[in-house]
């Protein structure tokens, strides 16, 4: 297969456009569909980083740190993020404690180290190793990190909890609820666009689709807008 510089093929109707260099926050829209190709994202990916390195801190306290107290009876227990999962599972429901522990605890610290390394990589040497399987994963993954779902549920339950005994919020819920806001707008930044970080001084083109490269040969040649 043969790979062509220049060129970036819509990836909703695969019509293929030559590349043109984009100005601050500019967008590329296709000619046939108009489908977004690609945008200006080198003031956003600046601020990628800092919030990502700050979203990962949130994610430390709100795992470390009590997510609730419970005073009932004289009695007042507290409770963390990894001890709501244990308890789920000692109470015969292991495959929630799965869903909880994944999609709240391990899919998202994978999402942040991963484009932490990914961003320091490039932006200190230029290229980074594994970068396309790293890039896949945090695409493929992205849909399953619902930190903002056990937000709402422990706010549901703390709710509930309320009228029966005297329930206080934790450091871990405080840390929750700023890291769900971090990760709205780290995941708003598309991990598509690292494969233009680490190319943008070698003057290729990313690998949008094997469907582009194919196609090149009978392409026509449009301006972008």
């Known amino acids: ?41 080198s ?9 990502t390195i700050a ?26 993020i990894i001890g709501a999962v244990a308890s789920l599972n000692a109470q015969g429901m292991p ?14 610290l994978v999402q942040l180290v991963s484009l932490i390394y990914l961003l ?6 230029g290229h980074s190793f594994g970068l396309n399987l790293l890039v896949r994963m945090i695409q493929t993954l992205r849909p399953w990190v619902m930190a903002e779902v056990f937000l709402l549920g422990v706010i ?3 709710v509930k909890l309320t009228s029966m005994a005297t329930v206080l919020p934790g450091v871990a819920l405080w840390a929750l609820g700023i890291l769900t806001l971090l990760l709205a707008s780290v995941f ?3 991990p598509r666009y690292i494969w ?21 040969e009978k392409a026509v040649e449009a301006e972008i807008p």
Do not use: W
């Not at 003031?43 to 919030?51: A, F, I, K, Q």
């Not at 522990?101 to 391990?106: D, F, R, S, Y």
């Not at 320091?120 to 040497?125: G, H, K, L, P, W």
């Open 43 to 51: 003031s956003h990916g600046r601020r990628v980083l800092p919030l």
């Open 95 to 108: 495959l929630i404690a799965f869903l909880v522990l994944a999609t709240t605890v391990l899919f998202p």
């Open 156 to 158: 549901v339950a703390f």
């Open 188 to 190: 708003s930044f598309n």
């Open 196 to 216: 233009r970080m680490e190319n943008r001084g070698k003057k290729i083109m990313p690998e949008y689709g094997a469907r582009a490269a194919q196609s090149t």
């Open 120 to 125: 320091v990589s490039i932006n200190a040497t």
């Open 1 to 41: 297969m043969q790979e062509v510089p220049g060129l970036i093929a819509c990836e909703e109707c695969d019509a293929i456009h030559r590349r043109l260099s984009l100005n601050h926050n500019e967008i590329a829209l296709c000619n046939c569909c108009g489908a977004e190709l690609e945008r200006d994202m």
């Open 55 to 80: 979203s990962l801190v949130m994610y430390i306290i709100a795992n470390v740190f009590p997510i609730a107290e419970m005073e009932l009876h004289g009695l007042s227990s507290r409770t963390t």
